[in-house]
Structures are given as C-alpha cells and as structure tokens.
C-alpha cells in the first residue's frame, strides 16, 4: 500500500485567502508519496462551515468519490457562497491501488462583499472648511472617527478601499502590513477594496479608526507628460467595518458624515517625486480614541465612482526584505551618498536624532557617474526625494508612505555622517509573489545574471509589471511584460498579479480590440504596436502553459479575439499588418544612428506576431471548447503565414530581411516552410558567428535568439552568447557591476559615460527573458502538458558549464533538474518529479552509453516506466520521486 498524504491546499494560488469575491474559487492541492510514481485515481472534497466537518454542521459541498487525477484548480460548485463568510474545506485522494489517504487538514477562504449591495458605507472626502471637499491640495488626507464596541469581538473585518493610496490604522497602530493600496487598477472601471482581519486590534469599550490618503496612482503625477489627476482629481475613502461580538451580535461602522478630517505632517507624496513630512506637525493620538478631534472638520459626503468595486484580485504589495548599506561614499563633488549594493525599489527607513526643524534630505540614484558623483539624469523629471522635518526631543523614525523609489545610491544631508550605516535601512517593495525558482551554475557570471533578472523582477512586479521603477515612467508596458513572463512564471507563482493586469487590459481594450500601450492605460501612450498589444494574447496563453489554468483563457478569450480582429482590420490588405505605428525590434542594436527601432521591418515582425496571436487563439478556441472558432481561426492563421511568406521569404526559401531578429521570429513562430528552417537556422548561426558571438537584438528578438538556436541545434552558441563577456551581452553588463537588468546593452559604455538621459534605466528586465533559457535549456525543465502535469527534463549541457542546477516549485509540487560532469566523462543527473505527474528523461548527446539510478541498471529501477531509443536519442518515462542518474559516455 502507498502512503500519500494531502497538503498545500491552495484557493486560486493562495493558502487560506481572505476577502475574495469569486463565486467559484479554485481549488488545488499537492500529495507527498513515499513510493515513486504515485498518480491520484480518485479525491473527494468536502467544504463547510465547521472547520470540524461537523455532520451537523452542514456541508456546504461534497463531492463524494471523484474518480479523476485532477488535483489543481478545481471550481467550487456547492452552495451559493455567503458574504463575508469563512469556508473550511479538506480533501483526501485514492492512489492506484484504491487506497484512500486521510483527510488533509482543514484549509479555508473566506469570501468578501460578494455583491455591491453589501456597501453600505459612504464615499467621503476631506474638508477644508466646514462642506467644503479639498481638491487640490498636494498635502494628504487624514480621516477618522471613533466608537464604542459593548464587547470585544471575536471576528471583525474592514472592508476598504480609496480615490488615492490609503493607509488604515485602527486605535493607533496599521491595519495590517501591505502598502500601496488600493492597488493600481483602470480606476474608473475596476476598483479593488481591501479586506482586513482586525480580531486582534479591537477592544471592548471606545475604539478608533484612522486613515491617510495620499494621490497615489490615482491623482498623482503618472508618465513623462508632466500631467496628475489622470483618474478624477478628488481623494475619497470608503470604509466599512464588520464587527462580531462574543454574543454572535454584530457591529457594523461606515464611513459617513459624521467622520473627522484634517491635513497633517505628510505635506506631499508623489510616487515618482518622493515625501516632505513635517514631524513638528504630527498629531499625537489621532487615530486613537480620546482624540480631541473638534478642531478637524466634518467629512464630505461624496459621489461613487463610476468603477465596479472588486475584491482585491492580487497578492498585495509589502516590505519583503531589508538591506543594510554596504558603505557611506564621500564622493569627489563632496556629497555623502549611501551604497546600498543592490539596485533596489522600495525606500529608505531611518532612525535620526536631531533638533526640532532639523532638515534630512534624501535623493535617489540608481548609478554614479563615471567620476564617481551622485547622478541622477536618467531619472528625468522624477525627483525621487524625501525630505524629513525633526520634531526633536529624541531618536525620531521615519519611513515613507505613498511613493517608492529605484536606487542603489542615496544621498544623504542632514544626518552626521557616522549615524548613517546603522541608522538606515533599505526597505525592498515588491507585489508579495512566492518565489518559484531557482537556477545556478558553475559560472558566477551567470549566476550574477540570474540574480540580476530576479531583482528586476522584484523591482518591477510592484502591483503591475513594470518598465522601470526609478524615472517618470513606471507603466505597465505591455511588450516589456509579454517577452518576460515565461521567465517571470518560473521565478515567483504570477497567476493573480497577471490576472488583475489581463482584466484592466480588457477593460481598457477599445471596442475595436485596441491594446492600449501601457496598461493600466493613461492618456500620454498610445495603443496598437504589434508585439506589445500581442501581450493579450502572450501572457494568457503563456499563464495556461505554465499553470494549466483554463480559466484565464475562457475570462481572456473575448480580449484575445478582439487583439486579433483589430489586427485583421489594418489596411487593405487582411493577411498582412503593414500600416500602423510599431515600435518595431525596440532598442534593436542594428538600428540606424539615432534611432530607437533596429532594422528588422517592423511589417516582417507585425506580420509574425499577427499570425502566432492567431495561433495562440486558435489553440485557445480549442482548448475551451469552441471548434468552430478554432477552425475560423486556423484559416487565418494560415493565410496570414503564406501571406508573410510572399511578403517576407523569396522563392527559394530565404527571409528577405537578413537580420537576427528576423531569423528568431520567423523561426520561433514556425512561419518558414518546414525545408527551409535548417537553412535559416544556419544562417542565424552565421550571423551571430560574423558578429564575433554577438547578439544585435532588441527588444523583440532577444527572447527568442537563445531559444531559437538551442531548438535548431546551435546550443553551444547560444552559450557563447550568453557567456559572452564583450559588449554587446548580458555578462557585459555583470561585469561592469550591474545588479539588475538594464534598459539598454550600453546602459554604461566602456569608457565609463551614460547612453543618453533620456532613456537609459538600470532596472529593467526586458533583456532578463533569457532566464526562460537558463531553465529550460540550460537547467532542463521543460513541460510538455500544461501545469507541468507531464515533464520534460531535457538539460543540454553543451560544453562550457561543468554543472547546472534549476528547480522549479510548480503547481503539483517541485520540480528539479540538475547536472554535473564527473571526471570519467559521465554526467549526473538529479531529477524530482512530483506526484501525480509523469516525466520524460531526455538523455543528453553524448551520453547515450549504460545508465544507472543509484547505482542500479534501469530495468531494476522502481519509477522508470519506459526506456526507449529512437533517432532523436535515448528517452526515460518516469513517474514521481527523485532520481539520481547516472548517464555514461557513449561507446566509441
Ligand atoms: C519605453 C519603455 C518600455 C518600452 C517602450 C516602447 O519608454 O521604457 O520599456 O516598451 O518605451
């Protein structure tokens, strides 16, 4: 008999959430087996009310015996779920043997407003005089009010949300440690609220609640166009608390008329201009009961926005991690400047002991320049400075509250130079994504380039995916965000922070199927360049790949569909997309001189990308059941490519255009004739070989370059490629001591000087894309169904790395791939497979001579279902469980 045992129970990708309004949410759990090979055949969920189950209780839903293998993402189908309720749920499962596990721990999600009926709060406004809303006013909002609860109460909830960023406290202390809510949103469309479990911060007898409401994404300063009030021009807040006491009673408070407001010490907040707080201006107490609160004014009473009220949809952001500076600079132009050692996003908290109206300024730089000076020209107008005012009398800490800031330098004035190690703190903010993954090498330059895409992640996942985190910019830049999520997918779980961002891109997606440029959409961007509106149907596509989720691409289809439509309506010629504003092979290095487009024709890539969106909704349309479209679609799909063909490919068979990108794509996108693709697949090679190893791509053939030559064969160029040291290449960047991915290949030219101000971010993870190589190529891991329900382990050593190693936490359970080469020429190779998934070992060239597992020959291997050898080399199916291959030589 085979143990297993049910756990990591998980409701839409998170352990035990609080405050979703999904009327179906679903339902994934991981198996631990002792034995290799353990595949589900059968799991019942029960879920209810008692976290005992109860009988009477009552279940909410049963599903009895289910004879399925399906263990992740299955749709709650009992009982109309209640508002603002906890539901306990537990499974257990059957091995193929028909032996029943035990019952999983009781897990739980707790449901939300579920409907807008629920609100009964009032939106409110801040006053400057009695009846009159404050409007323009760069100082933030302060709201509270305070009341009296008979009892303490064993359950209380606040249900929140604002026009602007907030931050809740209740009797003095934060509701909870999350920052920038309410989350970036279309604001006139969607709106998040929060929820809260305030249990703990109530007492019996008077309590207060405050609130601090700043501009935010909102109303602040948002793109390069100078321009603020982008959403409405009036901060509001909408609370409501839920209070239930020991007599099962409950206690509701809203926000109302009768709440308080005032300004305070937060003079200004601006996401991209940093803080100016006034400590001599705080007010002691005020959101504590026993404020003396009559000299605030009376609240305003204020209309709802037009936007639906949604429950927060993704992880919400927080401090994640710390870090200390590694050394104060006294710089040659004679300014003090903290080294943080890591390009960084989030702020700066510091402890400072200092007379009343002492003023600290803290600036932010993510370089210096050549001469080592303070430099912030690339920022733009983005100021990135917080100012603090002493209130005196003591050590006095501060950290900000509605802005963040890209830096690894800060300069610092105001403080004595030897408090400035100890006293200040580097606070990294990113949207809280459990990491996924990892992938290390023999080579430290590599595993420097791996750390750098990780903190550009980090950096850039800050609600929305991001370009950059530092200038007058920070937009959900949708080509940025479809060419890095395979890689993003493997180094955190994405699933919820893509699917707020996918449902703000349907919503701000015109009724023509226009994709807006940056999403959430603002006014300065534009929309409709190929290989950036493909990001609707990219990045849904991409997120059922990796996470078997069909439920994204059934909410997506319409947008996905109507991306392709919109495409098919440009010009005059249906197959073909040559009209229209691109941003063609962006920051391609084969672009002419001042120029920002490489010169791939940007019809050849809006061409390419129209037919792989096509196939990707083709696959969609069969994937949720919809054969007729699939089959509508496939017409198109391949009219498109012999359109690209005639357009773009001569008779003979060689691509017109004979630029790298234009190899990657018509290859990745398998749009040349099956004869011709080894061809060109060589003459890719060619070309990079005639660069001397060097890569001439952009933005939209650099995630393919690698990936291409591997497929083709050419996977020891793509290592010289991606262990090139001269610029132009990744290492480039590693050794002139970058800790993020930056914007352009010559963010810092040899001779030290800048590429040109205006556009030249050091945090940037575009050209971080070949993480998705280093772990599907180099380390191996690859799926072959969706969710990695099958497995490829498929490393391809080449001959540079002596080892690699890439481990992947994937929806059933980890995944792991790693090699070594062992001085008689054989290679070991450590496998996991989790449970109820099946993989295949794909032997690497070279080592096609005996195998063992633990020293056994396979045939006495438990877990090894199949050996085969066919042309395309040696293949092993495997079951769950680790494994420790052997691989020897080949016989000569
Ligand atoms: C820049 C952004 C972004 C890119 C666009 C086209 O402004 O930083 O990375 O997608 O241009």
Redesign the pocket.
Known sequence: MTQSKVLNLMVNYRKNPVGIDDPNPRLSWQIQAQARGFIQSAYQIQAGCDPAFGAEAGLVWDTGKVNADSSVHIGYEGETLLPRTRYYWRVRIWDSEDNASVWSEAAYWETGQLSEQNWHASWITAASAPGQPVVSSDSCDYFRTAFELPDRAVSARIYATSLGMYRLYINGVPADDTQFNPGWTSYNKRLQYQTYDVTQLLTAGENALGCIVGNGWYKGYLSWDGNKDHYGRQRAVLIQLHATLADGTEQMLISDGSWRTSSGPLLMSELYHGEIYDARLEMDGWASPGFAEHQWQPAVLTEAPPATLVAQENEPSRIIETIKPIAVLNTPAGETVLDMGQNLVGWVRFTVDAGAGTEITLRHAEVLDRDGNFYTGNLRSAKQTVKYICRGGGPETFEPHFTFQGFRYVQVTGVPQEQLLEQFTGCVIHSDLELTGSFRCSDELVNQLQHNILWGQKGNFLDVPT??PQRD?R?G????AQVFIRTAAFNMNVVPFFEKWLRDLAADQEADGRVP?VIPDIPAAGYG?SA?GDAAVICPWTLYQCYGDVRVLEEQYPSMKGWVEYIRAQGDQEFLWNTGHH?GD?LGLDAKENS?IGATPKDLIATAFFAYSTELLVKTAEVTGQPEEAEKYRQLQSNIIRAFREEFVTPNGRVASPTQTAYAVALMFDLLEEKDRPRTAAMLAEHVKENGNHLTTG?VGTPYLCLVLSRFGYTDLAYELVLQKEYPSWLYSVLQGATTIW?HWDGIKQDGSFWSDD?N?YN?Y?YGAVGDWLYRIAGGIELIEPGYKKIRIQPQPGTQLSWAEASYSSIYGPVKSAWSRQADGSLELSVEIPANTTAEVIVPDGCQGQITEGGEKLDQVTGVIAVEDNAGGRKLTVGSGSYRFTLNKSAD
């Not at 830049?477 to 940025?480: F, K, P, S």
């Open positions: 370009d950059c910019e937009l830049w949708t080509g940025d440029h360049s950036w941003f962006w920002y933005f914007e556009m971010s940037h575009a």
